[in-house]
């Protein structure tokens, strides 16, 4: 029965006994069309992402683990203690390579734009570079395939600019890991760097803020003795000495990192994630205006 249901003559049985009623009824029903029409991408991309999956895993067994040529790993084989880097561009890479302890630290420096997973197709992201050089360094697989045993960090550091362009990146970067890799963060592996934005000196006495509001508090409440006080803002991490991003950013002893985690309202954060970095532009406008009244004024980038 199958196979004659596969025949020619079948097929234009049926087509000529649905098509026009079923035209109508899409035409008639634009909301129905439209949430059958994701259903049916949304299976679409589901098959690709299987043989996607098979593929990977087939040529996983029969060769060596390869690792990305940027990557600067970290001489211990346990994952245990071990911390990833994620930096943006060769400048920033250069800098936290140099910073780091070459032990325990991993340095993954990623060229050009970073993919935004959530509203890229499958053939995006599996032909970006950057998308598989993370991959082949964390060597957990995604998806269904994630192996947290495989991990091959204890910790993943996503370490970008302290400015506005840096916060984009990183927002990229978790909704990468959000998506693919969601029990990567669940299971608490997931961490952002936060590098100072400003330095401050009077005499032999140094400090470094991390954003405008810790530099106000800085200078109201430990500079306040005689001599000039001079401040610098760093462009950007590349353009950090090598001691200084050690000393504030990677250094354990001194550093601070926040812990990304998934909040328990798991639908609600998937509309946040759908809606702030998806393909609807009218779902991210309407964010906004939700929530405009809230927005401080004197920290937007306009």
């Known amino acids: ?69 940027k990557l600067a790993d970290c001489t ?6 071990a911390e990833l880097f994620i930096v943006e561009g060769d400048s920033a890479g250069g800098s936290a390579k140099q910073a780091r302890d070459r032990a325990s ?46 991990l091959r960090y204890d910790r993943v550091i996503i370490m970008t600019d302290a400015d506005v362009d840096g916060a984009h990146i990183a927002s990229l970067l978790i909704t990468f890991f959000y998506q693919e890799m969601p029990a990567l963060v669940r299971g608490g592996h997931l961490y952002l760097a936060v590098p100072p934005l400003y330095s401050i000196r009077q005499g032999g006495k140094v400090a470094y803020a991390r954003d405008d509001a810790h530099k106000d508090e800085l200078l109201r409440t430990e500079f306040t003795g005689r001599g000039k006080v001079e401040l610098g803002r760093f462009k950007g991490l590349g353009e950090m000495m090598a001691v200084q991003l050690k000393e504030t950013t990677m ?12 909040i328990d309202a798991e639908a609600a954060t998937k509309d946040a994630v759908d809606a702030l970095m998806g393909t609807k532009p009218e779902a991210r ?12 004024t004197e920290v937007l980038d306009i």
Do not use: M
């Open 105 to 150: 630290q991993a340095v993954l420096p990623l060229r050009g734009k970073i993919l935004n997973v959530a509203s890229a197709g499958n053939d995006k992201l599996a032909g970006n570079q950057q998308i598989s050089d993370l991959i082949q360094a964390l060597g957990c697989g995604t998806r269904s395939k994630y192996r947290d045993e495989d």
């Open 1 to 69: 029965t199958k196979d004659r249901l596969a025949t020619i003559e079948a097929i234009r049985i049926v087509e000529t006994a649905i098509r026009d009623p079923f035209d109508h009824w899409l035409a008639d029903n634009p909301q129905e069309a439209s949430k059958l029409l994701e259903w049916v991408i949304a299976r679409a991309d589901e098959r690709v992402r299987r043989r996607q999956e098979k593929e990977v895993s087939r040529k996983s067994a029969v060769r060596k683990l390869r690792l990305p040529g």
């Open 285 to 296: 406008f309407r964010f906004i205006q939700e929530r405009a009244e809230f927005a401080e």
């Open 76 to 81: 211990q084989n346990a994952a245990a203690g």
């Open 251 to 262: 250094d354990p002893r001194k550093r601070t990192l926040l812990r990304i985690d998934v």
